[in-house]
Antibody
Framework: QVQLVQSGAEVKEPGASVRVSCKAS????????IDWVRQAPGQGLEWMGTINSSGGSTTYAQKFQGRVTMTRDMSTSTVYMELSSLRPDDTAVYYC?????????????????WGQGTLVTASS | QSVLTQPPSVSAAPGQKVTISCSGS????????VSWYQQLPGTAPKLLIYDNDKRPSGIPDRFSGSKSATSATLGITGLQTGDEADYYC???????????FGGGTKLTVL
C-alpha cells in the first residue's frame, strides 16, 4: 500500500532552517511528483511547491521562492523540504502529498495520498 | 486571503443535504480541474472528488461535485455526524503557475 511517512516535530528559533523528510513506499518512487502543503494553526491549506521525484526539477510558489528547497534521494525514496530564515508565522503543520501522474502541473494537482504531517514550530 | 473563495461555515441536520461553493476565476477554476478534500480534526486531508465530479474508490456516492464556469460545488447528501469536518477545494492557477486552495468550509451537522 502507498505510504508517505514524514519526520517528527521540530522546534526552531526564528532565523534558523528546518528540513522535513517524506519517505515513500508502496509504489514506484520515480513515477510521481511530490508536493508540499502547509497549514498554520486554525488556518487553511497552502501549497508550497512540487518536485519531480525522477529528474529532481522543482516548482515553488512565489511566496516561498528563495527560502524553500525541495530535493529527493532516489536511493531511499525520500523527498526533503527545507525552509530557511524561519519566522514565527512559519509555524504550521507541513504535509507531503503524492501528485497524480500527468505531463502538466494542472493535471497533476490531485492528491490521493498524504503524509501524516510534521509540526514545525518557529519560536524563541 | 485565498485565491478560491469558500463560505467559512455551513450547517444542516442529519439526513439532510448541504452544498459548499468554491468561487474562482478564469485563470484557475475556469480552465482547470477542481478537487475537493475533507479534513477531520488532527488528520491529513482526504481526497473526496477529483476532475470536478469524479469520486476515488471508497468514497460513497453521497458526495458529489460539479463545476460551472468559474465556480465549483461540493454536495453531500444523507448527512451524518461523521461528516463534520473542514472541506477544501483546490485547483491549479495558470496565471500564478501555482496550486491554490480555498480557505476551507467548516461543516456542522446539527
Amino acid at each position: 500500500q502507498v505510504q508517505l511517512v514524514q519526520s517528527g516535530a521540530e522546534v526552531k528559533e526564528p532565523g534558523a532552517s528546518v528540513r522535513v523528510s517524506c519517505k515513500a513506499s508502496g509504489y514506484t518512487f520515480t513515477s510521481y511528483y511530490i508536493d508540499w502543503v502547509r497549514q498554520a494553526p486554525g488556518q487553511g491549506l497552502e501549497w508550497m511547491g512540487t518536485i519531480n521525484s525522477s529528474g529532481g526539477s522543482t516548482t515553488y510558489a512565489q511566496k516561498f521562492q528563495g527560502r524553500v528547497t525541495m530535493t529527493r534521494d532516489m536511493s531511499t525514496s525520500t523527498v526533503y523540504m527545507e525552509l530557511s530564515s524561519l519566522r514565527p508565522d512559519d509555524t504550521a503543520v507541513y504535509y507531503c502529498a503524492r501528485a497524480r501522474p500527468g505531463a502538466w502541473a494542472r493535471v497533476r494537482f490531485v492528491f490521493e495520498y498524504w503524509g501524516q504531517g510534521t509540526l514545525v514550530t518557529a519560536s524563541s | 486571503q485565498s485565491v478560491l473563495t469558500q463560505p467559512p461555515s455551513v450547517s444542516a441536520a442529519p439526513g439532510q443535504k448541504v452544498t459548499i461553493s468554491c468561487s474562482g476565476s478564469s485563470s484557475n477554476i475556469g480552465n482547470n480541474y477542481v478537487s475537493w478534500y475533507q479534513q477531520l480534526p488532527g488528520t491529513a486531508p482526504k481526497l473526496l472528488i477529483y476532475d470536478n465530479d469524479k469520486r476515488p474508490s471508497g468514497i460513497p456516492d453521497r458526495f458529489s461535485g460539479s463545476k460551472s464556469a468559474t465556480s465549483a460545488t461540493l454536495g453531500i447528501t444523507g448527512l451524518q455526524t461523521g461528516d463534520e469536518a473542514d472541506y477544501y477545494c483546490g485547483t491549479w492557477d495558470g496565471s500564478l503557475s501555482a496550486g491554490v486552495f480555498g480557505g476551507g468550509t467548516k461543516l456542522t451537522v446539527l
